[in-house]
Nanobody
Framework: QVHLVESGGGLVQPGASLRLSCAAS????????LGWFRQAPGKAREFVGT????????SYARSAQGRFDISRDNAKNTVYLQMDNLRSEDTGVYYC?????????????????WGQGTQVTVSS
């Protein structure tokens, strides 16, 4: 298990950018694939993107492709979600999660550790 803490959420206008961070505790950070998910009020948690252990491979939801970028710094035990050109439909609580996987998992059930979430609101 790894302990995850997200930060960087906030209220922004449509078209703006935000960068979320997720700091992890534990010495085994580099052995986990890391994912970002989001949940809007009244909706199920949905996949946003994921990054492999090495950071060389990423996978994104169609809604995130071309606007979001995931990166990780294994030396700092941190994963990032850069979000550009934000839209109102990007509003929700964003969670990072860790999976003991060698690939780029995208299913909620593949992730064993979750952060507490950070709120992102896109509104004019």
């Amino acid at each position: 298990q790894v302990h995850l803490v997200e930060s960087g959420g906030g209220l922004v206008q449509p078209g703006a950018s935000l960068r979320l961070s997720c700091a992890a505790s534990g010495s085994t950070f580099s052995t986990y694939a890391l994912g970002w998910f989001r949940q809007a009020p009244g909706k199920a948690r949905e996949f946003v993107g994921t990054i492999s252990r090495s950071g060389f491979t990423t996978s994104y939801a169609r809604s995130a492709q071309g606007r979001f970028d995931i990166s990780r710094d294994n030396a700092k035990n941190t994963v990032y979600l850069q979000m550009d050109n934000l839209r109102s439909e990007d509003t929700g609580v964003y969670y990072c999660a860790a999976a003991n996987s060698s690939g780029t998992p995208i299913d909620v059930v593949e992730f064993s550790s979750w952060g507490q979430g950070t709120q992102v609101t896109v509104s004019s």
